[in-house]
């Protein structure tokens, strides 16, 4: 817990309000240790700062490696550090049901967060154990799904192959996911053929005689295109996951409170035809069903949202008690900004902007309450201390204003 006493005096001074309103934050973005849109945590956090983003957390899937990167990069662009962590767990009654949780496609299979994580990590040997066990399936399935590719390949003439550890080794670092797969197929046909009419060529016969849809100059519909035709469920190279990589989602909230975070819910809210899943589509019986597993912190990422029926969503659940942050993700390809839009093109509006550095504010105090007193915003039982949320605020904003001035 060094990192936090290091960087935060014992007696905090103290801080007035940050003029112009609600500094931005973005609470959820991946880096390369899992599938980013950047090509390092260096590139994210100087990105921040020049949107004049304030306080960043990364949100890995699977993994805390990029912590010490990103506690290095945004203390010295001046920002603070938020430290989570994603899983995809299987919550098996709502599979069960048939019921879609988070996954539009999956019924059962739920995103989840940890925030505010104890850094340095705190997670016991077993449970790290666990997580290790997950990423060596994750990166068996995508080896295989390359192995498909290459007889598909092979079966269409192209005398070109793909190799696991030159993947992991250019375009990701511990874990392979099916992105870096896609990337690695659309790198293969770029370095192979000099001529857009050869490159065409290629993807038609790996399409099995289909041609490409998107400009073969976008980068990012381009590798879109390749997981959808090959690599997701459907494609002629798919490969089904393990089922051991699905940890119950019990197993992850536990999980998520030994590594000293707050067990947060994902809402994928509203798609692009205004609909919900199942599980959300019902939000008074969702608000109970998380409450009683245990959850009192939720997040959005809006550039997928309406912005007034997300807002809908936030303040009926901001009413209810919860903590609520928002994020951008970054873990397709394609540049976006880091300040957090609804849509991808409308801003947030002033209640929205407040409850977001709200949140970031108590996942702040929670960071640095648990480093110096062993118990942050959660009691010993798990449950939020919400007769102190805004102690707690108060306490996150002064924390955030010292490191950011």
């Given at each position: 817990?060094?990192?936090?006493?290091?960087?935060?005096?014992?007696?905090?001074?103290?801080?007035?309000?940050?003029?112009?309103?609600?500094?931005?934050?973005?609470?959820?973005?991946?880096?390369?240790?899992?599938?980013?849109?950047?090509?390092?945590?260096?590139?994210?956090?100087?990105?921040?700062?020049?949107?004049?983003?304030?306080?960043?957390?990364?949100?890995?899937?699977?993994?805390?490696?990029?912590?010490?990167?990103?506690?290095?990069?945004?203390?010295?662009?001046?920002?603070?550090?938020?430290?989570?962590?994603?899983?995809?767990?299987?919550?098996?009654?709502?599979?069960?049901?048939?019921?879609?949780?988070?996954?539009?496609?999956?019924?059962?299979?739920?995103?989840?967060?940890?925030?505010?994580?104890?850094?340095?990590?705190?997670?016991?040997?077993?449970?790290?154990?666990?997580?290790?066990?997950?990423?060596?399936?994750?990166?068996?399935?995508?080896?295989?799904?390359?192995?498909?590719?290459?007889?598909?390949?092979?079966?269409?003439?192209?005398?070109?192959?793909?190799?696991?550890?030159?993947?992991?080794?250019?375009?990701?670092?511990?874990?392979?996911?099916?992105?870096?797969?896609?990337?690695?197929?659309?790198?293969?046909?770029?370095?192979?053929?000099?001529?857009?009419?050869?490159?065409?060529?290629?993807?038609?016969?790996?399409?099995?005689?289909?041609?490409?849809?998107?400009?073969?100059?976008?980068?990012?519909?381009?590798?879109?295109?390749?997981?959808?035709?090959?690599?997701?469920?459907?494609?002629?190279?798919?490969?089904?996951?393990?089922?051991?990589?699905?940890?119950?989602?019990?197993?992850?909230?536990?999980?998520?409170?030994?590594?000293?975070?707050?067990?947060?819910?994902?809402?994928?809210?509203?798609?692009?035809?205004?609909?919900?899943?199942?599980?959300?589509?019902?939000?008074?019986?969702?608000?109970?069903?998380?409450?009683?597993?245990?959850?009192?912190?939720?997040?959005?990422?809006?550039?997928?949202?309406?912005?007034?029926?997300?807002?809908?969503?936030?303040?009926?659940?901001?009413?209810?008690?919860?903590?609520?942050?928002?994020?951008?993700?970054?873990?397709?390809?394609?540049?976006?900004?880091?300040?957090?839009?609804?849509?991808?093109?409308?801003?947030?509006?002033?209640?929205?902007?407040?409850?977001?550095?709200?949140?970031?504010?108590?996942?702040?105090?929670?960071?640095?309450?648990?480093?110096?007193?062993?118990?942050?915003?959660?009691?010993?039982?798990?449950?939020?201390?919400?007769?102190?949320?805004?102690?707690?605020?108060?306490?996150?904003?002064?924390?955030?204003q010292y490191v950011i001035k």
């Amino acid at each position: 817990m060094d990192f936090w006493k290091k960087l935060i005096p014992s007696n905090l001074p103290p801080l007035g309000g940050i003029e112009g309103g609600s500094p931005k934050v973005n609470c959820h973005l991946h880096t390369p240790h899992s599938f980013s849109a950047f090509c390092c945590v260096e590139e994210a956090v100087e990105q921040a700062a020049a949107e004049g983003v304030k306080v960043v957390g990364v949100n890995d899937f699977f993994t805390f490696d990029a912590y010490d990167a990103w506690s290095y990069q945004t203390i010295k662009n001046g920002l603070f550090p938020l430290f989570n962590v994603e899983f995809i767990g299987l919550d098996a009654e709502k599979k069960e049901k048939g019921l879609r949780v988070n996954d539009p496609a999956n019924p059962g299979r739920t995103y989840l967060s940890g925030k505010a994580l104890a850094y340095p990590v705190v997670l016991p040997k077993p449970d790290l154990a666990k997580i290790a066990h997950i990423k060596d399936q994750n990166n068996a399935q995508v080896k295989e799904m390359m192995e498909k590719v290459n007889r598909i390949m092979a079966d269409a003439g192209i005398k070109l192959s793909l190799n696991f550890d030159e993947i992991k080794s250019t375009f990701a670092k511990d874990q392979v996911r099916e992105r870096h797969l896609a990337r690695a197929i659309r790198e293969l046909a770029v370095n192979s053929f000099s001529t857009e009419k050869e490159r065409l060529g290629f993807f038609k016969k790996l399409f099995g005689r289909q041609a490409l849809k998107s400009e073969i100059t976008d980068e990012a519909a381009v590798e879109n295109e390749i997981r959808s035709k090959l690599l997701k469920a459907g494609g002629t190279a798919f490969v089904e996951e393990d089922p051991s990589v699905f940890l119950d989602t019990t197993a992850i909230h536990n999980i998520i409170i030994k590594a000293g975070g707050i067990p947060t819910y994902p809402f994928l809210a509203d798609d692009a035809k205004g609909n919900y899943t199942d599980f959300e589509g019902d939000l008074p019986k969702a608000i109970v069903d998380l409450k009683n597993r245990g959850y009192y912190s939720v997040e959005f990422i809006p550039t997928r949202n309406n912005h007034d029926k997300m807002k809908e969503y936030v303040m009926a659940l901001v009413k209810e008690g919860f903590v609520v942050t928002f994020g951008t993700e970054h873990n397709a390809p394609g540049k976006q900004p880091i300040e957090v839009f609804t849509g991808g093109k409308t801003p947030l509006d002033n209640d929205l902007m407040k409850i977001n550095y709200e949140g970031a504010c108590i996942l702040a105090a929670h960071q640095y309450l648990f480093a110096t007193k062993g118990e942050g915003i959660l009691n010993k039982n798990g449950a939020y201390k919400q007769n102190k949320k805004i102690e707690f605020a108060e306490l996150g904003h002064k924390l955030i204003q010292y490191v950011i001035k």
